[in-house]
Nanobody
Framework: QVQLVESGGGLVQPGGSLRLSCAAS????????VMWYRQPPGKQREWVAN???????NYQDPVKGRFTVSRDNAKNTVSLQMNSLKPEDTAVYFC?????WGQGTQVTVSA
């Protein structure tokens, strides 16, 4: 059974940082692209970033230069380092690979 579990969300002030992690069981991250999505309150889920099997990365324009996605193959995890957070980054963040989704982790950026 495949399971993706996100962690690391929370409440942070504008300008702060958070590091989200997505841990996988039942599937190997290293051979698959892994995507981060987010769903802001009252809005559609949107793609944020991804890391491909060759470790190339892509980012949504609003997060370029602030967010960094990386993988740890030994731990079978993918992380999303988020710096210089803004209130508009407030959302539930999900990781996704192949046909699987995690349950999401809440990120709230507020003073």
């Amino acid at each position: 059974q495949v399971q993706l579990v996100e962690s690391g969300g929370g409440l942070v002030q504008p300008g702060g940082s958070l590091r989200l992690s997505c841990a996988a069981s039942g599937i190997t991250f290293s051979t698959n692209a892994v995507m981060w999505y987010r769903q802001p309150p009252g809005k559609q889920r949107e793609w944020v970033a991804n890391i491909n099997s060759d470790n190339t990365t892509n980012y949504q324009d609003p997060v370029k230069g602030r967010f960094t996605v990386s993988r740890d193959n030994a731990k079978n995890t993918v992380s999303l380092q988020m710096n210089s957070l803004k209130p508009e980054d407030t959302a539930v963040y999900f990781c996704h690979t192949v046909a699987y989704w995690g349950q999401g982790t809440q990120v709230t950026v507020s003073a």
